[in-house]
């Protein structure tokens, strides 16, 4: 089982929850994890996994990006909704992105986990390849572990 695997496991099986987010591009990939997790992969009579894309709520995006920054919109809806056990991924091509940084600052104040998702490839597109592969191998292994 991959590691990103094993840490989902066992934030489900102690009750956290996932955040999820990503910036530019990226955003679609935390979106595409979410909801493979909330509805279903492979599994399609299994429950639903508590996970959420801090991507989606324009209201929340716009407001605090306008009035504070965009660099802080993840790490603000960390701070709202982050309880202990919860874990953090977040989806960068570049590893680069201001509120992807913000949000990994955020999230170990409360000490939360956080998991920058792996990067391999040196172009944009390469990365994403990759990336999408693994959050399927990822998402099918907890779906396996958690509902064999």
């Not at 603000?76 to 919860?86: F, M, S, T, V, W």
Request: glycine share 8%; with cysteine; charged share 25%.
């Amino acid at each position: 089982m991959h590691p990103i695997s094993r840490k989902l496991v066992d934030c489900f099986k102690r009750g956290g929850k996932l955040m999820v987010a990503g910036n530019g591009g990226s955003s679609s990939m935390a979106s595409h994890m979410v909801g493979e997790l909330v509805c279903t992969f492979e599994n399609k009579t299994r429950r639903g996994l508590p996970a959420i894309c801090l991507n989606v709520d324009p209201a929340i995006m716009t407001a605090w990006s306008n009035d504070v920054g965009y660099e802080f919109v993840f790490a603000r809806q960390i701070e709202a909704l982050g309880k202990k056990g919860d874990l953090v991924i977040l989806f960068s091509t570049s590893g680069k992105s201001q509120n992807c940084i913000q949000a990994t600052q955020m999230a170990e104040q409360l000490d939360l986990e956080v998991i920058d998702f792996p990067r391999s490839g040196r172009k944009t597109a390469d990365i994403q390849e990759f990336q999408l592969k693994l959050m399927h191998k990822v998402v099918r292994e907890v779906e396996g572990e958690l509902f064999k």
